[in-house]
């Protein structure tokens, strides 16, 4: 192919995939990161000396092309082999995962355990009328209790909105055989004979200076190859004329730059990548840009001595008196991202950007993540003796009941309007994805600026979540896709509505 003009927006996993897949064909790309590192969500953060990733990725996929082009990047001996243990923090007591007959029965004590196995039994009596919540459908199938205990605080903590507020669709898609509260009902009433018990991954491969040595890796690679990769580039407006994508304009350190495109790959948010076209869209494709939301994101990394941490490499917090919802140990994910004698570890906020978490000084979040690893006796007083503080915006897209018509109307628009611009990534596509998943369409739309006709937007959407595997021999599915819930229009106005009077009575 002769040189093309080939623009890429953001320089996470899917950007910097799609920019080393055509600077292998001999292209000579622009990738334009409004940030100052590369790597997105899969950015490995450093912080005088302590390394710490956003969230935690696993390099697992059942892709063989992503799983070649992870060790096409990285030489082997960048990678450990670490053992997957991760539990469920609940009422003071760490649960396993899968769990186990034994450990379930410990910690919730054989009259909590009768207790569960009698609302399952009641729930099965005389279920919930309404199933068409979250709530409803969980407890319809596993009962109240297993619901509180396993499900409704982490949700509600994840999504911020209440669980009996969440569409079911999320449920019956995600909580299939790979069920915590089947687990519980597994161990306490096992079936003969049973061999299709779905379990996790035991095991996975991670760089050991984090998934950042991935990207910025990816990006010299890219660089070596002509292509070019620049940061604090934010992408200002999105230029078509006659049908088709033909300049992008970026404000960079140099100021206002126009960058003419034959090609346009972007994965920054589909709602802003509409919105910056010029001309505008129709009013109606903004008003569907304008619907699209995210939940945000911060850690707080709070440095402690190796022996106060937990061995796992995270654990969820299934505690509603605590705002934390899922902890990382990073020693525990690599060795070299601590240093001798201590860990750090990542407490997981999920926010809305804007809230009184995510407006909190980093100081006073500090502060309250290390009240709460007290509170929760994960460690002991005065153990904390350094924090950091890191916040990612547009972490997770939020799945309300009009995103797929607000998806699909932006599609179908791009589409029509400057097909030679291919939308893909988590954000690009609005799709809650993992890393190889993202990875995976930017592959497919280079493959299309070749010539080829791949649906991008087909790529595994129904599949089973990619960690599970059967013990009985199948080997699943190959699947990569991810779901997460439906959250009525209504509930997450109201949510918006009490943040800013929140922010209000702050601010008096």
Avoid at 15 to 33: D, H
Avoid at 362 to 371: F, H, N, P, R
Avoid at 425 to 438: A, I, T
Wanted: glycine residues 8%.
């Amino acid at each position: 192919m002769q040189q093309r003009d080939i623009v890429i927006i953001g320089a996470g996993p899917a950007g910097l995939t799609a920019a080393y897949q055509l600077v292998k064909r001999g292209q000579r790309p622009i990738v334009l990161e409004a940030d100052s590192v590369v790597g997105g969500i899969s950015r490995t953060v450093e912080r005088e000396g302590w390394r710490f990733d956003i969230g935690g990725h696993r390099f697992f996929t059942k892709v063989d092309e992503v799983e070649a082009l992870w060790r096409e990047i990285l030489p082997e001996e960048e990678f450990l082999t670490r053992p997957r243990m991760s539990r469920i923090y609940y009422s003071r007591k760490f649960f396993d995962y899968p769990l186990k007959a034994g450990n379930a029965l410990k910690n919730l004590g054989v009259l909590e355990a009768l207790r569960c196995v009698l609302s399952y039994v009641w729930a099965k009596v005389r279920p919930p009328k309404d199933q068409s919540t979250l709530e409803g459908w969980v407890a319809a199938r596993f009962g109240f209790r297993l619901y509180r205990i396993f499900f409704k605080t982490y949700t509600e903590k994840v999504w911020g909105v209440p669980a009996n507020e969440i569409q079911a669709d999320w449920a019956a898609q995600r909580i299939k055989s790979l069920s915590l509260g089947k687990a519980i009902v597994n161990a306490l009433m096992p079936k003969r004979g049973q061999t299709d018990i779905t379990s996790l991954i035991e095991e996975f491969r991670y760089p050991k200076h984090g998934p950042g040595m991935m990207w910025e890796r990816c990006r010299e690679l890219v660089e070596a190859g002509g292509g070019q990769v620049l940061l604090h580039s934010a992408v200002q407006e999105v230029h078509r004329e006659d049908g088709r994508v033909v300049a992008v304009t970026a404000s960079t350190p140099d100021g206002l730059v126009r960058f003419p495109c034959d090609d346009l790959v972007s994965t920054m948010p589909i709602g802003l990548l509409v919105k910056a076209m010029d001309p505008p869209a129709p009013v109606e494709v903004v008003e569907a840009a304008d619907s699209l939301t995210h939940r945000d994101f911060l850690t707080v990394a709070l440095v402690v001595p190796a022996e106060a941490a937990f061995p796992d490499n995270w654990i969820y917090v299934h505690a509603p008196d605590v705002r934390v919802g899922r902890i990382q140990n990073f020693g525990s994910w690599s060795p070299y991202m601590v240093k001798d004698g201590f860990t750090c570890l990542g407490l997981e906020y999920f926010v809305f950007e804007g809230d009184d978490l995510w407006t909190m000084s980093d100081e006073d979040l500090v502060k309250l993540g290390t009240q709460e690893l007290e509170q929760l006796q994960l460690i002991k007083p005065g153990s904390v003796s350094g924090g950091y503080v890191v916040r990612m915006p547009k972490a997770y897209p939020v799945y309300d009941e009009a995103y797929q018509a607000n998806v699909e109307a932006l599609r179908k628009w791009l589409s029509v309007e400057v097909p030679n611009c291919a939308p893909v990534g988590r954000n690009g596509m609005h799709r809650y994805n993992n890393q190889d998943h993202s990875m995976l369409t930017a592959m497919l739309a280079v493959e299309n600026i070749y010539g080829a006709d791949h649906d991008v937007w087909d790529v595994n959407v129904d599949d089973e979540y990619h960690e599970e595997r059967k013990d009985s021999g199948s080997s699943g599915t190959s699947g990569t896709g991810r779901d997460a819930p439906v959250v009525e229009r209504e509930v997450l106005e109201a949510a918006r509505e009490t943040r800013v009077r929140r922010r209000a009575g702050s601010a008096a």
